[in-house]
């Protein structure tokens, strides 16, 4: 079983549409989640950190559920733009000396359709 | 602005040709890493480094190995490149205790014939 496990998708929503992705981890030790976008042919980059009590930025939205170990991302009127694959990222202490181990989901495509 | 670079876009090699891939960071950053990306595979961890000279496996190190000279550059090294190492070769680093804000360079695209 994967450490970090997410829906490949594809999801294909409307413009305007909200959609909502989740994201599962097996280790309860896990202490920082991550959501990181990618571009087709491009890096990854950090679109926004997920805390506890949830938080919002625009027009995203991450929640945690630490109980259920899983986090999600919800995105309000989707934008052409948003069209990008979106990676879970978790982050726990210890794996690598004494280094935080990150480990990173599979990815979630999201196309936006006009 | 931040900047990871890489030394190559694209880049086809032979099996059994030794590979260098370079990755150059210019923010000062302690720790490097070294990824492959797969199709339904995610990011995987190769190697990385918290510091010069420094080197820890991750989780696939089989058939790579790494070089950190300088604080600012880590090669990658596959000593025989095989088939199964055609893959998206992606490069990050971070500055110790902000593991999160990995900054990723632009990414190699290695094709093993």
């Known amino acids: 079983r994967k450490e970090v496990e997410q829906d490949p998708g594809p999801f294909n929503v409307p413009e305007g549409a909200t959609v909502a992705f989740n994201c599962t981890y097996s280790?309860?030790?896990?202490?920082?989640f991550f959501w990181y976008r990618q571009d087709c042919r491009k890096e990854p980059k950090l679109l926004m950190s997920v805390y506890s009590s949830g938080n919002e930025d625009g027009r995203f939205t991450a929640q945690l559920n630490r109980a259920s170990q899983y986090i999600s991302l919800l995105i309000r009127d989707s934008k052409l733009s948003d069209s990008a694959t979106y990676l879970c990222?978790?982050?726990?202490?210890?794996?690598?000396?004494?280094?935080?181990?990150?480990?990173f989901g599979s990815g979630t495509r999201l196309s936006i359709r006009p | 602005d931040v900047k990871v670079t890489q030394s190559s876009r694209y880049l086809v090699k032979r099996t059994g040709e030794k590979v260098f891939l370079e990755c150059v960071q210019d923010?000062?950053?302690?720790?490097m890493f070294w990824y492959r990306q797969d199709p339904g595979l995610g990011l995987r961890l190769i190697y990385f480094s918290y510091d010069v000279k420094m080197k820890e496996k991750g989780d696939i190190p089989e058939g790579y190995s790494v070089s950190r000279e300088k604080k600012e550059r880590f090669s990658l090294i596959l000593e025989s490149a095989s088939t199964n190492q055609t893959s998206m070769y992606l490069c990050?680093?971070?500055?110790?205790?902000?593991?999160?804000?990995?900054?990723f360079g632009p990414g190699t695209r290695l094709l093993v014939l």
């Open positions: 280790n309860s030790a896990s202490q920082s």
């Open positions: 990222v978790v982050q726990h202490i210890g794996g690598y000396s004494s280094a935080s181990k990150i480990i």
């Open positions: 990050a680093s971070t500055r110790t205790g902000e593991y999160e804000t990995q900054y």
């Open positions: 923010m000062d950053h302690e720790n």
